[in-house]
């Protein structure tokens, strides 16, 4: 059985200038995605724009429309690659 506080839901975002913002797009892991604290997550994105810079992925929670940033997973991460391989934090707060 898992404990319900060690559980954190992932909505991640990709921070990019604005004219990059629509090039990104996450496809794992899916919105409400639910994970244990100190797991690995593989995050996975598509660039239509192959010569996009680097990225920030961050977590956030809410409802989509209106999204907080939680906590930033990683800064200056290279577009190109498509995956991130992310451990969450042992010590990060859940959110609903």
């Known amino acids: 059985m898992v404990n319900k506080s060690s559980l954190i839901f992932l ?9 990059l913002a629509s090039s990104v797009q996450i496809t794992s892991p899916k919105v409400n ?3 244990e604290a ?6 996975k994105w598509h660039v239509n724009d192959k010569s996009a810079g680097p990225i920030r992925l961050q977590y956030a929670s809410g409802k989509a429309s209106s999204l907080n940033v939680d906590g930033v997973i ?9 995956t991130y391989k992310w451990t ?9």
């Open 74 to 82: 990683a800064d200056n991460v290279d577009a190109s690659l498509g």
């Open 33 to 35: 995605a639910v994970y």
């Open 38 to 43: 100190g797991s690995t997550v593989d995050i």
């Open 88 to 96: 969450i934090p042992k010590d990060i707060k859940p959110k609903k």
């Open 11 to 19: 909505s991640l975002t990709a921070a990019l200038d604005l004219v």
